[in-house]
């Protein structure tokens, strides 16, 4: 996905504008690389607007969509952004997360029921666990869990 930003804005009074752009179609080509995984991201009928029309989505727009997770009013709240996210992941539970990523990335270009499977057997192992029998025991106690990374 392309992104053109136009950093002064429309005039001087105006904040910057932030596109996105599928723009192929425009010059002769139709992007059949990028549009498996934009079909991914936003499904099927929205992907094939921006394929078949190459125009431009505003940052709200892409938002909506599922382009991104997040639009900041300035570059300048990018670290600080990141850095919230970060910290908040690394409350959870260390080996819930590998668990998770690891399931996530392996099932999602799975059929439906194989990717069930996948993951059935992924909550039962994390299930198994001392940190989730921790996070189960601290959110009963109404406590902040204390992870072991077991």
């Known amino acids: 996905m392309s992104t053109v930003s136009n950093a002064k804005g429309p005039n001087p009074l105006t904040p910057p504008v ?7 179609v425009n010059i002769g080509l139709f992007c059949s690389t990028p549009a498996v995984a934009l079909a991914r991201s936003v499904g099927k009928k929205k992907s094939m607007e921006m394929l078949l029309t190459g125009e431009m989505l505003s940052a709200d727009m ?30 959870k539970a260390p ?4 668990m998770g990523k690891h399931t ?20 039962v192992r994390n299930l198994q666990k001392a940190d989730a029998t921790e996070g189960i025991r601290a ?9 072991t990374n077991e």
């Open 95 to 98: 080996v819930a997360i590998a």
């Open 18 to 24: 932030h596109t996105w752009l599928r723009a192929g």
């Open 62 to 91: 892409a938002l909506q969509a599922g382009l991104l997770n997040h639009v900041l009013d300035d570059c300048k709240q990018l670290d600080s952004h990141v850095s919230t996210l970060a910290q908040h992941i690394a409350t």
């Open 104 to 123: 996530f990335n392996r099932q999602i270009d799975m059929p439906l029921a194989e990717a069930y499977d996948i993951a059935s057997d992924t909550m």
């Open 139 to 147: 959110f009963l106690e109404k406590r902040p869990p204390v992870w």
